[in-house]
């Protein structure tokens, strides 16, 4: 099916516990994306990726690392998770003259 | 203070009202403005997109831009209770490497 799918859907991890948020977008668009959605913040841009292999810090990257080797996948890591990294996570993605972003589904992420 | 400030609500309207939802920003460098709108549980979605002022209609939606204010609009028309959602503005500069600069977004209510 084409579209952008993130896994899993839920996820509970212990603190200090690494853990990848996977994002796959089958349209081959060039820019990807990392939110986090919080009440009271909205939706807070973590990292974003214009192309395979080009990575750049957003808003919050404290605590999380991604990479791009290719361009249909963009994988999120909380080296160490915190209580306070605990929301729920959207990826989204866009191609080079489209405005609008396409988002997944979200990955809800309790850590304790 | 927030480059995007938007009401959280809850706007709780009845079946067949018009519902006005807003946005006030503070960075004049914004030209494209977006509507999104969230169910619960799901990714936002892409709404209503326009670029710099005016107005721009999409069936029972009428995006409204006011770059002088500085505020953003959304009308619905005859809202129905599947409009109950969670809406959010959105809005960037030009040039593709800028990025989307969201508001907290407003929940919304339509009771029968």
């Given at each position: 099916d084409a579209g952008i799918t993130q896994s899993p859907r839920y996820k509970i991890t212990e603190t200090g516990r690494q853990v990848t948020l996977m994002c796959h977008q089958?349209?081959?668009?060039?820019y990807m994306f990392w939110y986090r959605q919080d009440l009271g913040h909205g939706l807070r841009l973590i990292y974003y990726s214009a192309a395979a292999d080009i990575t750049d810090k957003g808003e919050v990257p404290d605590g999380y690392v991604v990479s791009r080797s290719k361009t249909e996948n963009f994988p999120l890591t909380l080296e160490s998770a915190t209580r306070s990294q605990t929301s729920v996570y959207f990826c989204a993605s866009r191609e080079d003259r489209n405005y609008g972003y396409t988002f997944g589904s979200g990955t809800r992420l309790t850590v304790v | 203070q927030k480059e995007v400030e938007q009401d959280p609500g809850p706007l709780s309207v009845p079946e067949g009202a018009i519902v006005s939802l807003n946005c006030t920003y503070s960075?004049?460098?914004?030209q494209y403005f977006m509507w999104y709108r969230q169910y619960s549980r799901k990714g936002p979605e892409l709404l209503m997109y326009t670029y710099s002022s005016g107005n721009k209609e999409d069936g029972r939606f009428t995006a409204q831009v006011d770059k002088s204010s500085k505020y953003i609009s959304l009308f619905i028309r005859?809202?129905?209770?599947?409009?109950?959602a969670t809406y959010l503005c959105a809005m960037k500069r030009t040039g593709t490497a800028s990025k989307l600069t969201f508001g907290t977004g407003t929940r919304l209510q339509v009771t029968l």
């Amino acid at each position: 099916d084409a579209g952008i799918t993130q896994s899993p859907r839920y996820k509970i991890t212990e603190t200090g516990r690494q853990v990848t948020l996977m994002c796959h977008q089958t349209w081959s668009h060039s820019y990807m994306f990392w939110y986090r959605q919080d009440l009271g913040h909205g939706l807070r841009l973590i990292y974003y990726s214009a192309a395979a292999d080009i990575t750049d810090k957003g808003e919050v990257p404290d605590g999380y690392v991604v990479s791009r080797s290719k361009t249909e996948n963009f994988p999120l890591t909380l080296e160490s998770a915190t209580r306070s990294q605990t929301s729920v996570y959207f990826c989204a993605s866009r191609e080079d003259r489209n405005y609008g972003y396409t988002f997944g589904s979200g990955t809800r992420l309790t850590v304790v | 203070q927030k480059e995007v400030e938007q009401d959280p609500g809850p706007l709780s309207v009845p079946e067949g009202a018009i519902v006005s939802l807003n946005c006030t920003y503070s960075n004049s460098a914004f030209q494209y403005f977006m509507w999104y709108r969230q169910y619960s549980r799901k990714g936002p979605e892409l709404l209503m997109y326009t670029y710099s002022s005016g107005n721009k209609e999409d069936g029972r939606f009428t995006a409204q831009v006011d770059k002088s204010s500085k505020y953003i609009s959304l009308f619905i028309r005859d809202s129905q209770p599947s409009d109950s959602a969670t809406y959010l503005c959105a809005m960037k500069r030009t040039g593709t490497a800028s990025k989307l600069t969201f508001g907290t977004g407003t929940r919304l209510q339509v009771t029968l």
